[in-house]
């Protein structure tokens, strides 16, 4: 036996190249939501239920999806009170779920949406807005833009632009 020779076995060959795998897919994904504006779709209309509360306001909900919805962006119907069951779920295939979260990880965030994806098809989305912030113009739109497959656009006066104070209610699709 020769010294500062490693010999692997099959198996420890084929982890290796599967943990390779994961993490380059993995960071292919990163690249392209962080570079293409409209990365996902939904296969079918998503529905938004309220599992925020009756804090938050039915009129704001209706005016976020009919934001979206006159732009082309199709939502099947909103549930503004669905049971305490549905939302315990931490996600739903096919649902938008919009929660209350006092405790988001960034301090200087409003609000956070996180997307599960599957090739290029949404398949469920969480929006999680800190307590009292849906009363902000344009925050829930511009969260579900991401909710529905968008990503941020640094043009001053889009929905979609990263800084709330740079947000407007202009949406297009960038060059």
């Not at 909710?147 to 960038?174: C, D, R, T």
Request: glycine fraction near 8%; charge should be positive; hydrophobic fraction near 45%.
């Amino acid at each position: 036996m020769q010294y500062g020779v490693v010999v692997m076995s099959k198996n420890a060959k084929l982890f290796l190249t599967l943990i390779f795998g994961f993490f380059l897919g993995l960071a292919i994904k990163i690249v392209y939501e962080k570079n293409i504006f409209h990365a996902w779709s939904w296969p079918e209309a998503p529905v938004v239920l309220n599992c925020y509360g009756k804090a938050l306001p039915e009129a704001v909900i209706v005016r976020a999806i009919d934001y979206w919805t006159v732009r082309g962006f199709p939502i099947a119907m909103y549930e503004f009170n669905p049971s305490k069951a549905t939302c315990e779920n931490e996600y739903l295939e096919g649902f938008i779920i919009i929660r209350r979260d006092a405790h988001l990880k960034n301090v200087n965030v409003l609000g956070q949406t996180a997307r599960r994806t599957q090739l290029h098809w949404m398949r469920s989305a969480v929006i999680k807005l800190r307590p009292g912030t849906y009363n902000l113009d344009l925050l829930l739109e511009h969260e579900l833009g991401h909710a529905l497959g968008l990503g941020h656009v640094e043009i001053k006066g889009h929905i979609m632009h990263p800084m709330y104070m740079q947000i407007g209610s202009n949406f297009w699709f960038p060059e």
